[in-house]
């Protein structure tokens, strides 16, 4: 499984660092690859699916639920509903006091607080393109950097 470090985490997804360590430590989202355990010097990794609920929770923030009912929202999700279904059949909508799971294929909603009215969709499908391309993006410039690199090491060797 692939890694990413809580600095391209922040960078993917629009977290702060603060956010991400705060998140972990209460545990909102943790670095699924590798936690720190406390330990100082060991850094987090996020796996791909981390990232997606990183941005997932940005976004309902963003939409103006509290971090209180979103964390009580995501562990109900996670606890009952595990986002086990495919991500582009997912959605999540609030109206800013609650947050729905709605699954396309089943026409299922469900309540992760209480009922209410729907309003502001959160695409989970949409975060996941988004994160998949930040990383892509990424991948692109690390390997442009690595072949500049060894193109100039080579170059360097035979005096060019």
């Known amino acids: 499984m692939e890694g990413f470090t809580a600095h391209q985490a922040s960078r993917f997804t629009g977290c702060t660092p603060r ?9 909102l989202v943790r670095p699924s690859v590798q936690q720190t355990g406390g330990r100082p ?7 791909f699916r981390d990232l997606v609920a990183l941005k997932v929770v940005t976004s309902l923030l963003d939409g103006g639920m509290s971090l ?8 109900y999700l996670n606890r009952k509903a595990r986002l086990d279904d495919h991500l582009s059949e997912v959605k999540l909508v609030t109206d800013g ?24 969709f959160v ?3 949409e975060c996941a393109r988004q994160v998949s391309d930040e ?3 990424f991948r692109r410039d690390r390997d442009q950097f690595l072949r500049a690199l060894r193109d100039a ?4 060797r035979l005096g060019i």
């Open 41 to 47: 010097g060991v850094p987090r990794m996020y796996s």
């Open 68 to 75: 209180q009912r979103v964390r009580r929202a995501w562990e």
């Open 135 to 137: 990383v892509t993006e």
């Open 19 to 27: 956010q991400l360590r705060y998140w972990d430590q209460i545990g």
């Open 153 to 156: 090491s080579r170059e360097a």
């Open 123 to 125: 695409a989970i499908d």
């Open 97 to 120: 006091k609650s947050i729905f799971k709605v699954v396309r294929r089943e026409g299922e909603v469900l309540d992760a607080l209480r009922q209410g009215q729907m309003a502001f």
